[in-house]
């Protein structure tokens, strides 16, 4: 496929980028004069050459199909918007970046056996039997504290007696 290249984009292209002439003529391998042509004239090449053309300016071949050079929007981070108040915090937008990042990692690791996520009701399964555990152990306390208090009772009450006892 053949991409027809507008001379005064790829010049934008390259100055909006400041990528110098002579690093475009090394990539290239090309000459000055052949590289003067492509700024100063249309022209077409194949999707191969395009791309690397694009690549050595940071861009996709595709941005060659355009009329003009692409104007990119300053970069809004619409998380910490909503009805034009701060809804995240920077910690917690930092946070979903970081979870965002190991996740990213361990989707490129080659043997992913190694570390497990865990699912969601995993979790709430562990909470839960946590909780029962905490309530079991509460209980067993809380025998053993009446056991307690029936000998202390007892105890008061053998003392009582011995006490009358020798009166």
């Known amino acids: 496929m053949k991409i027809a290249i507008k001379h005064g984009l790829l010049r934008s292209l390259r100055e909006s980028r400041n990528v110098p002439i002579e690093a475009m003529l090394r990539k290239l391998s090309i000459s000055q004069e052949e590289y003067k042509k492509f700024e100063n004239e249309d022209f077409e090449v194949d999707q191969d050459y395009a791309d690397r053309i694009a690549s050595i300016l940071g861009y996709n071949w595709s941005v060659f199909l355009l009329e003009r050079q692409p104007v990119f929007k300053k970069?809004?981070?619409?998380?910490?918007?909503?009805n034009k108040t701060t809804h995240l915090s920077k910690k917690t937008i930092l946070a979903i970046e970081d979870a965002n990042f190991i996740l990213s990692f361990y989707s490129g690791l080659p043997n992913k056996q190694g570390l497990k996520l865990p699912k969601f009701e995993d979790i709430e399964n562990t909470v839960a039997c946590f909780r029962d555990v905490r309530w079991s152990e509460r209980e067993i306390c809380m025998k053993h504290l009446a056991e307690l208090n029936r000998l202390s009772d007892r105890v008061r009450g053998l003392l009582g007696k011995?006490?009358?006892?020798?009166k």
């Not at 970069?75 to 909503?82: A, G, S």
């Not at 011995?162 to 020798?166: G, K």
């Open 162 to 166: 011995s006490s009358t006892e020798l």
């Open 75 to 82: 970069n809004v981070d619409n998380r910490t918007l909503e």
